[in-house]
């Protein structure tokens, strides 16, 4: 039970890795905020009450400034204080410069990168409130390694990992301590839409990967949850690499089925 007593925001929360953390933060005793724009999140929300957890759902864009100043609000007056952010929420976005149109480009940007200032602008006051806090960014080992059709997924995630270390360093004195984690081949609903696109997926990443299978959500949570965690409590400004070995390889180098 790590997070007693700890309220934790993770955004993107009603599918994938962020749904993921969601429970990984529940199960080990903090109180959630499910925050996303798909409202699956409200009843993910309730199914955890149900359960005897402590989480609620709160509809945000986080490209949306009103949003994300919401979203604290919303979780200061439910829960008191805040103690962890998880900026998770991202899109896919595939194509070069010359094919990517100037609206997806900056709807990526938009949600992909300005959406982990937007949080963490409101966020790290409320945090200071508490006597400090952690942020956890999701990343991508995309943003660490170029790889054919990820020009502007790329670029975002590698915003990311140069804004983490910014504000790991601009916030250090106050008690917050931030960090990225880079995410490789993923089994979420992003990337894998069909049961067929998931199949394939798996069966050519386990032949890819040097450890031999795809990640899980529930790989990227439980990293996660050690970064929120004192037990990484002399951690801060990493890009923490889950991959299976991914950016060993070299496979970035073409279009892929998951870019992460």
Known sequence: ??????SVIVT??????????????????????????????????????????????????????HDAEHLVQ???????????????????????????????WDRCININLKGVYLISKYAIPAMEQ????????????????????????????????????????????????VNAVCPGPTATPMILSSAADRQDALERWSEELPIGRAGEPEDIAKAVAYLASDDAAFVTGTAFVIDGGRLLTGIGQRIAVNPN
């Not at 039970?1 to 700890?6: H, T």
């Not at 109180?31 to 149900?50: C, Y």
């Not at 979780?75 to 100037?102: C, K, P, W």
């Not at 995309?142 to 140069?162: D, E, H, M, N, P």
């Open 1 to 6: 039970m790590r997070f007693q007593g700890k």
């Open 12 to 65: 993107g929360g009603a599918s994938g890795i962020g749904e993921a953390t969601v429970k990984q933060f529940i199960a080990e005793g903090a109180s959630v905020v499910i925050a996303d724009v798909n409202p699956a999140g409200r009843a993910i929300a309730q199914g955890l009450r149900q359960e005897g957890g402590k989480a609620i759902f709160v509809q945000t864009d986080v490209s949306k400034a």
């Open 74 to 104: 919303e979780t200061l007056r439910q829960y008191g204080r805040l103690d962890i952010l998880h900026n998770n929420a991202g899109i896919l976005v595939v194509g070069d410069v010359t094919t990517i149109s100037e609206a997806d």
């Open 130 to 177: 508490s006597g400090g806090g952690v942020i956890i960014n999701t990343a991508s080992t995309a943003g660490i390694s170029g790889g054919g059709g990820y020009s502007v997924y790329g670029a975002s995630k590698a915003g990311i990992i140069l804004l983490t270390q910014c504000m790991a360093l601009d916030f250090a004195a106050q008690n917050i301590r």
